[in-house]
């Protein structure tokens, strides 16, 4: 039971209010919803009574009024106010659904996207230990299980169990007896079967939720390393384990929908029988049979409204079973988002502030280990770098020349010591060093987007400055080649680049760089996958900025750092200058 009121703990007090609105008119719902079935008594016992004007003088002085005269045109009256209830009720019930389904969209879309703005601040180090599939999932899935597959069903669920409680109270009014059979049997079937299923459909949630990360990993996987896969002719492989992913994902959802299907066919059987065996037993005490009619009439409406009710209640009670574990998993996320709501947060912040950069960066016995790493990857590293030198990083594989980079990026925070820019250390404010960087990686990670789009990452298509654009097309040597291509730079470069070659995207990436004007370029083995050539010609690009911007590289060839200022050896976590 507690799970059904889980939900409503990720809200904020003013949308807890909100929900306490829908259940306040749910309520009224309900009530219209009992009213139109108790109305359907007095109609018959009107037909079957014709005398029913003479003996009521208040009704049939109000009838009068409107010109109804007769029995029949009374029960005209009477049948045509019926449906206007039921037109108002129904129109009234219309727009309650629109209400809640408005409420959970809305919340839909605020948490899909408070995930993803909590994922993209969250640190670096965070997304090494994660499968994006499995954010993918969250972010995708989750705020539509979460809201379609138990806010709404748990708003529904409330209604139909209002309903139920207002259809039966009006059942002790018309038969006590039978009311009690009714509800002790539908209560103690509703009981038997929830707490039957109760495990095996968690148990199959957490299936579903467990494969559908799985699945949607093989299926990056498969698709992302698409060139391999052919040549590697694994296809199958690939195919194979999103299918085994994919099945057992498939199966819990068909056991699910299996379970979910049964309690109505046992609900109908059981209450059908036990409504017929009532009157058998009632014409075995010697009551008449037309004296059932009438009673039976409602009794049946009743049980068979409240039959349909017990079913949904125990099928929604289901549903937002099966949906748990993700919201659980998600649970920490969801108040998360809530309380950043509350705090009025700023927003994934693109500040202006600017750490001023004008004389030297200080790098001070700077340590850094991983947090499953067993040894420190750097040991109290020190040096510094002028502004407007070009430095070159060297050293083996493994020495650490990438994590000192990413901690100069701010992507890491070093377990020991500094880096002062002018006397200020950069992670006082690592935001406002961050503007003065650009970044440059071995593989450039294009958007399926124009050009422009490209090198101006992150910028709306309409802000994008086109002269600035043509100037680093220039200035990384890919002007000529733009002004070539049929849309010049509103050329579409495929998914992650495809339609250009290796050395294209690196000068992209380059022109991104310097897009930004930067004080500082980082480049990290920008050119060491491009043939000697593109290499040089790319260094000689670089080159030109020279004196202009502090440039930090890694480079394994050593034609790269030819012309630098000074070189910083890494080895074994120990640096010296060159
Ligand atoms: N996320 C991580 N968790 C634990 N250890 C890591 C992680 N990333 C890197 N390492 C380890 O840190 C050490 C330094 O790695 P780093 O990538 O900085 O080396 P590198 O000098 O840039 O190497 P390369 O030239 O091959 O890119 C390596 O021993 C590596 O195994």
Redesign the pocket.
């Known amino acids: 039971m507690k799970d059904i009121f889980k939900i409503f703990t990720i809200f904020t007090p003013k949308q807890q209010r909100y929900c306490g609105v829908i259940v306040f008119c749910m309520v009224i719902g309900a009530m219209l919803e009992a009213v139109g079935i108790g109305a359907i008594l007095p109609l018959i016992s009107i037909m079957g009574d014709e005398g029913f004007l003479d003996k009521h003088i208040v009704v049939k002085q109000y009838a009068e009024i409107l010109n109804i005269t007769t029995h029949t045109s009374f029960i005209i009256f009477s049948s045509a106010l019926l449906i206007i209830l039921y037109v108002l009720k129904n129109l009234y019930m219309a727009w309650l659904t629109k209400l809640q389904i408005n409420f959970s969209t809305q919340n839909q879309i605020v948490y899909a996207e408070g995930l993803l703005e909590g994922y993209i601040s969250k640190p670096y180090?965070y997304h090494?230990?994660q499968n994006s599939a499995t954010l993918l999932r969250n972010v995708s899935s989750g705020p539509i299980l979460i809201f379609t597959g138990i806010l709404i069903p748990t708003f529904t669920l409330l209604t139909e169990a209002i309903t139920a409680v207002t259809i039966w109270s009006m059942l002790i009014l018309v038969d006590a007896f039978t009311a009690i059979i009714v509800a002790g049997l539908l209560g103690a079937m509703m009981y038997a079967i929830l707490k039957t299923f109760r495990k095996k459909i968690a148990k199959r949630g957490e299936v579903q939720n467990k494969y559908s990360a799985l699945y949607m990993k093989w299926l990056n996987q498969g698709l992302g390393a698409i060139k391999e896969t052919k040549v590697l002719r694994k296809e199958k492989y690939f195919l194979d384990e999103f299918v085994g992913a994919y099945q057992k994902y498939g199966q819990a959802n068909g056991d699910f929908n299996f379970i979910n299907q049964l309690p109505r066919m046992f609900i109908e059987t059981m209450v059908t029988s036990t409504l017929l065996i009532l009157i058998i037993v009632k014409l075995m005490m010697g009551i008449q049979p037309m004296e059932i009619v009438p009673i039976l009439g409602v009794l049946a409406l009743a049980a068979f409204r409240l039959m349909p009710c017990a079913n949904r209640i125990v099928n929604l009670s289901n549903g937002i079973k099966f949906q748990m574990p993700l919201f659980n998993l998600l649970y920490d996320e969801l108040i998360a988002i809530k309380e950043r709501k509350l705090q009025y947060e700023a927003k994934t912040c693109e500040e202006k502030e600017q750490l001023g950069f004008n004389k030297e960066i200080k790098v001070e016995k700077l340590t850094f280990r991983?947090?499953?790493?067993k040894k420190e990857?750097l040991k109290q590293i020190s040096f510094s770098i002028p502004k407007g030198c070009f430095v070159g990083i060297v050293?083996?594989?493994?020495?650490?020349?990438?994590?000192?980079?990413?901690i100069m990026l701010g992507l890491l925070n070093p377990s020991n010591g500094k880096i002062l820019v002018d006397s200020v250390d950069i992670f006082e404010n690592i935001r406002a060093w961050q503007a003065n960087l650009s970044y440059v990686p071995q593989s450039i990670y294009l958007i399926d987007g124009s050009i422009r789009e490209n090198i101006a990452l992150g910028i709306p298509e309409q802000e994008i400055d086109d002269d600035k654009i043509d100037k680093v097309l220039k200035m990384a040597e890919l002007y000529e080649f733009v002004e070539e291509l049929p849309e010049k730079s509103y050329t579409y470069v495929g998914e992650r680049g495809v339609k250009l070659s290796g050395g294209q995207r690196q000068r992209i990436g380059i022109a991104r760089a310097l897009y930004y004007e930067p004080e500082v370029l980082i480049l990290?083995?920008a050119t060491s996958a491009l043939d000697n050539e593109t290499e040089k010609s790319i260094t000689h690009t670089i080159l030109k900025l020279k004196g202009q911007i502090t440039i930090i590289a890694?480079a394994?060839r050593v034609s790269t750092l030819e012309e630098c200022d000074f070189k910083i050896k890494?080895n074994e976590g120990q640096v010296e200058r060159i």
Not at 370 to 373: E, H, K, L
């Open positions: 180090l090494l230990d991983y947090p499953q790493g990857v050293g083996q594989s493994g020495a650490g020349k990438t994590t000192f980079v990413d990290d083995e890694i394994h890494f």
